[in-house]
T-cell receptor
């Protein structure tokens, strides 16, 4: 089974609208972390936001927020007031369990295109 | 502070040659992770190293691939006798000693390997 599932291969959104990128995960660990990264066409990986499994509040970072629904195992990224510069690939990732090993498992990504 | 440095940024090799990819982590970071991204896919974990030790190589192909992180100098990912299927972007990430308050995994800009 896929550990991270991103069901939207591509999305087109009008500039200034909000956008939600879906991510569901699968783990049996009680302690885990969820990450979102942005990959623009230049190729680098840009960290956006982090949510820990024990965090009671949804993470927020500027225009980014993470809609964390633990029982449903979903960690959707919400971008408010989208901008042209938000056009990029977005990857959801998970770090599981054991203390010390920070390896991440990535989803297949969503290509977001912002339309002027 | 300099972030994670990778070189070269682009590498072209002919089938059968060797590829050596270098990664200098963020200063003070003792954990290095290598990931591979095939075209139009997400990143896949390859290996996790600490200084002079391989901690987790569960994602490394059994043959031709090796990695090291010596006491002095950068981490090296080495691919012997490259084949066309090795063409991909290879990302290095680093993190500090375990600290749950700092959850960002810092990625380098990647090395794009093309095998002719």
């Amino acid at each position: 089974a896929q550990k991270i599932t991103q069901t939207q291969p591509g999305m087109f959104v009008q500039e200034k609208e909000a956008v939600t990128l879906d991510c569901t995960y699968d783990t049996s660990d009680q302690s885990y972390g969820l990450f979102w990264y942005k990959q623009p066409s230049s190729g680098e990986m840009i960290f956006l936001i982090y949510q820990g499994s024990y965090d009671e509040q949804n993470a927020t970072e500027g225009r980014y927020s993470l809609n964390f629904q633990k029982a449903r195992k979903s960690a959707n990224l919400v971008i408010s007031a989208s901008q042209l510069g938000d056009s990029a690939m977005y990857f959801c990732a998970m770090r599981e369990g054991s203390w010390g090993n920070e390896k991440l498992t990535f989803g297949t990504g969503t290509r977001l295109t912002i339309i002027p | 502070n300099a972030g994670v440095m990778q070189n070269p940024r682009h590498l072209v090799r002919r089938r059968g040659q060797e590829a050596r990819l270098r990664c200098s982590p963020v200063k003070g970071h003792s954990h290095v992770y290598w990931y591979r991204q095939l075209p139009e896919e997400g990143l896949k974990f390859m290996v996790y190293l600490q200084k002079e030790n391989i901690i987790d190589e569960s994602g490394m192909p059994k043959e031709r691939f090796s990695a090291e992180f010596p006491k002095e100098g950068p981490s090296i990912l080495r691919i012997q006798q490259v084949v066309r299927g090795d063409s991909a972007a290879y990302f290095c990430a680093s993190s500090p000693l375990r600290d749950r308050a700092n959850n960002e995994q810092f990625f380098g800009p990647g090395t794009r390997l093309t095998v002719l």
